[in-house]
């Protein structure tokens, strides 16, 4: 009587074993197909714009880093002076632009004014100088002065007059301000500072190395001392969002798995946390069977591969991680 007993709860768990385990495939829907997969790896390899030496990195390898986070740093101690330098050219460019806006101070123009009557002074002196031998030799007939006297005179004469027309000229000059094309010149030149000062801060800005997106830390391929260059990647990086699971269906099953599908991922670990998805694309050409591929029927060598974008808000799948997943194809299989 006891060994009928405990055969019929031996029979029932076996049972019951065997209905769970079927559900869990997703025998227990005929709606329902049932995949597996890993998590999608998709990297990106970090590296500077220019080249220099490592001067310190800020993230180690399974870091968890936001967008924007300070991965790296290079030694911009050079290219520091040379913004300085630039900066000071872009400051003296930018007095001399404004001393030519402003023009000429009254002071300036006062002694304009003063050289002009200065030279005029001496021109009148010398003019009347030459009249006065003039008419001494006039008067002597030649006698009481000689014509080199006379000669000299003219010269001395002539070279104040026209030292007071260059006095007059440069006053005009001093009030009317520079050329306009002088001022356009200034311009150029002082955006072509500003630029050469943009530059140089652009180049040390590019001395950090920030992370693109969220992201983890796989691999820190340069250490501090290290040359670094843009063909030389410091960091790779896995993305943590968005989520991709790559699955392989079978020909069989091909025509029941359409884009924008529901699904649920679940992992071994988690079994009752399901993680939502959909069906984002679906391969249109055939491939032979990877061998990390785990399906539940083998009999054709040939699959095509479905992405699965998950909403894994929860953080509850891991990068690479396998997992299986059930789409919600409502035909039979």
């Known amino acids: 009587m006891k060994k ?12 019951a074993a065997g209905a769970l385990w079927w559900l869990s495939r997703g025998g227990g829907d005929a709606g329902t197909l049932v995949l597996h997969g890993n998590v999608d790896v998709r990297q990106v390899s970090l590296a ?34 040379e913004a ?7 400051a003296a460019d930018q007095q001399n632009l404004l001393r030519m806006r402003n023009g000429a101070r009254p002071e300036e123009v006062r002694q304009a004014r003063e050289r002009l009557t200065a030279a005029q002074a001496d021109a009148a ?12 030799a006039a008067s002597t007939q030649g006698r009481g002065v000689s014509g080199q006297e006379i000669d000299r005179a003219a010269s001395a004469a002539k070279a104040s007059g026209a030292q007071a027309q260059e ?26 500072s500003q630029a050469a000062l943009a530059l140089a801060r652009h180049r040390i800005a590019q001395g950090e190395l920030r992370a693109p ?7 820190r391929l340069l250490e501090v001392g290290d040359m670094a260059s843009p063909q030389r990647a410091v960091f790779e990086l896995a993305l943590a969002s968005p989520k991709w699971i790559r699955v392989y269906v079978g020909e069989a099953d091909l025509g029941r798995v359409k884009p ?57 799948l891991r990068l ?10 409502g035909a039979p299989r």
């Open 260 to 316: 924008g599908m529901a699904a649920r991922v679940t992992t071994d670990s988690a079994p009752d946390r399901p993680v939502p998805g959909k069906v984002g694309y679906i391969s249109s050409v055939a491939e032979f069977t990877p061998k990390s591929v785990e399906t539940e029927d083998l009999r054709t060598s040939l699959v095509y591969e479905v992405r699965v974008r998950v909403d894994d808000r929860a953080g509850l």
């Open 167 to 192: 006095a007059g000229e440069a006053l005009r000059l001093t009030i009317k301000g520079p050329r306009a094309e002088d001022v356009a010149g200034a311009q150029a030149q002082l955006k072509a």
């Open 48 to 81: 500077f714009d220019g080249s220099g030496r490592v001067a310190a990195l800020k993230a180690e390898e399974g870091d968890l880093v936001k967008a924007g986070d300070l991965l790296a740093v290079l030694d911009t101690s050079t290219l520091g002076l």
């Open 125 to 136: 002196r010398a003019a009347a100088d030459l009249a006065r031998l003039r008419e001494v």
């Open 84 to 90: 300085e330098q630039a900066e000071a050219r872009a």
């Open 320 to 329: 690479g991680q396998p997992v299986t997943v059930r789409l919600q194809t």
């Open 213 to 219: 997106e969220d992201a983890v830390v796989r691999s």
């Open 4 to 15: 009928s007993v405990i055969g019929a709860l031996v029979l029932a768990a076996l049972v």
